[in-house]
């Protein structure tokens, strides 16, 4: 047993926190796959942790667990996807309340937390993100429950102070909520920076595969809050299914190791195409000439991501041209599984989007560096 060692969270998540299967001896875990679970005689459940998958599964336990100890969270949720674990906690609010975000983040949660907004009468309240004072201007604007951030922020990738926004929100009585899809804990954990909640689309790095849609939280309060979040999860069906949970639990006992060398290829990209004449820049918080190096520097710790953005130069028609002509790099959206993508954000998010249009998103996956460079370098043409 391992329960009274001082083990880091590397070799946490590589045992995935499981000590062998008692009936088998089995070091994976085993699939739990029942929906319904029996009771005793007395109409006891056999165990009263379970008595129904909607609102506990014994599939949770092991990724639950693995998650907070990660992210030094009170406790962990698993969701159906990112954006029902976001919306959990915004469904957690009242008519009335005010939510403050980044005006650049995940595109599809920013719509879907407007639309939500506008039909539940919420406030939403969008600041630069480029700005050091725009988030306190936003939140000083009126009473603030809720303020979401995400850092760095996709796919710009500005870097936003957490514990200088956590400092704001608490100051005002908001509490402050965390996308940390793309840190994951091997980079950071927003908890012990002042937050009060961490998101994950899990389906990015923490399953890591490319196979598995999920979302989690973490808390760092088991509070009323983090009661009405559990009900959501379990009122609205949000929930994961156990081979998703079963997937998710696998991959992120590889995480560390894929987070770190998708981090270093991403850093090795940057330098590479840093000042080429083909580009009119690179985003990326690794870059010493990045406005958010230095926050980035000191929230983040062994790396800065695996997700960079080039801008082209000659605007959409030649980003789209460039793109066009990659054949390592797969063409697809979504990030963090082993394979590099690429895509042109702008035609992605539509109109609507404050992406350029000449900028082209990369997920930096497990394949060699060099291969990598020489796919990009080849398809920027001359």
């Known amino acids: 047993m391992t329960d009274d060692l001082d083990l880091s969270p590397e070799t946490l998540a590589a045992q995935g926190l499981f000590e062998g299967d008692a009936a088998t001896g089995a070091l994976v875990p085993p699939l739990h796959v029942s929906t319904t679970f029996e009771r005793r005689p007395d109409y006891a459940l056999v165990n009263p942790a379970h008595g129904y998958a909607r609102d506990e599964a014994p599939a949770y336990l092991a990724p639950e667990a693995l998650l907070a100890k990660l992210e030094g969270a009170a406790a962990a949720r698993l969701f159906a996807s990112g954006t029902a674990a976001a919306m959990a906690v915004v469904q957690a609010l009242a008519p009335g309340d ?23 009468g919420l406030d939403f309240v969008l ?54 899809t793309v840190v994951t804990p091997v980079l950071g954990r927003p908890i012990e920076q002042g937050a009060d909640l961490v998101m994950h689309s899990a389906t990015k790095y923490l399953n890591g595969h490319s196979d598995a849609v999920a979302g989690a ?8 809050l983090w009661q009405r979040i559990h009900e959501n999860r379990a009122g609205t069906g949000g929930i994961l299914g156990p081979f998703e949970a079963w997937l998710l639990h696998r991959g992120m006992r590889t995480l560390f190791v894929r987070v770190r060398r998708a981090s270093e290829t991403a850093l090795a990209i940057a330098r590479r195409f840093e000042g080429d004449g083909r580009l009119t820049g690179v985003l990326y918080p690794g870059l010493p ?20 953005s080039l801008r082209v130069a000659g605007g959409a028609e030649a980003a789209l041209a460039a793109i066009a002509r990659c054949r ?18 702008a035609s992605i998010e539509g109109p609507a989007s404050p992406v350029p249009e000449d900028l082209l998103r990369l997920s ?7 291969d990598l460079i020489a796919d990009l370098d080849a398809a920027l043409g001359n």
């Not at 980044?102 to 039909?119: C, K, Q, T």
Request: proline share 5%; glycine share 10%; with cysteine.
């Open 127 to 180: 600041f630069d993100q480029r700005d050091p004072e725009a988030l306190a201007a936003a939140v000083a604007g009126g009473p603030t429950k809720l303020v979401w951030i995400e850092t760095p922020c996709n796919p710009t990738w500005d870097v936003i102070d957490i514990a200088a926004a956590a400092e704001i929100a608490h100051a005002r009585g908001a509490l402050l909520a965390v996308d940390s």
């Open 328 to 345: 390592v790099f797969k063409r697809a959206t979504s990030l963090g599984g082993t394979e590099s993508l690429i895509e042109h954000r």
């Open 289 to 308: 000439s990045h406005p958010g190096h230095a926050i980035a520097a000191r929230q983040m710790a062994g790396g800065f991501g695996g997700m960079l």
């Open 217 to 224: 939280l973490a808390t760092a309060r088991e509070d009323e």
């Open 98 to 120: 005010r939510i403050v975000a980044p005006r650049v983040m995940y595109w599809g949660l920013r719509a879907r937390i407007g639309d939500f907004a506008e039909r539940w």
């Open 364 to 370: 930096v996956g497990l394949e060699a560096p060099e």
